[in-house]
């Protein structure tokens, strides 16, 4: 059993930075993939970002490649999602995620709100 919570959301005007922050617990957490998926309103959520449980892969969507960073810290486990220059499509529930390895992401976060202003 894995259990996430997600903080630093907010809102910021376009062109802002945020950082989010997943804090993962439980057995085994330091080997599952950790994701970020967001969630726009009357939107089907999507995938942002993810980092693997063993040598720290990462992936983005082509929306935030080159504005958001996903990192990991396994003395802490946290994953953090660093985003700049925020845009107002960014708005969105943002939620971590995480998954053993060749398994779908099966725990999740409650979510945090991150709205962008234009």
């Known amino acids: 059993q894995v259990t996430l919570v997600e903080s630093g959301g907010g809102l910021v005007q376009a062109g802002a930075s945020l950082t989010l922050s997943c804090t993962a617990s439980?057995?085994?957490?330091?080997?599952?993939?950790i994701g970020w998926f967001r969630q726009a309103p009357g939107k089907e959520r999507e995938f942002v970002a993810s980092?693997?449980?063993?040598?720290?892969?990462?992936d983005y969507a082509d929306s935030v490649k080159g504005r958001f960073t996903i990192s990991r810290d396994n003395v802490k486990n946290t994953v953090n999602l660093q985003m700049n220059n925020l845009k107002p499509e960014d708005t969105a529930v943002y939620y971590c995620?995480?998954?053993?390895?060749?398994?779908?992401?099966?725990?999740w976060g409650q979510g945090t709100q991150v709205t962008v202003s234009s």
């Open positions: 995620a995480a998954r053993a390895s060749e398994e779908p992401y099966s725990y």
């Open positions: 439980g057995r085994a957490v330091r080997s599952h993939h």
């Open positions: 980092v693997s449980g063993s040598f720290n892969i990462v």
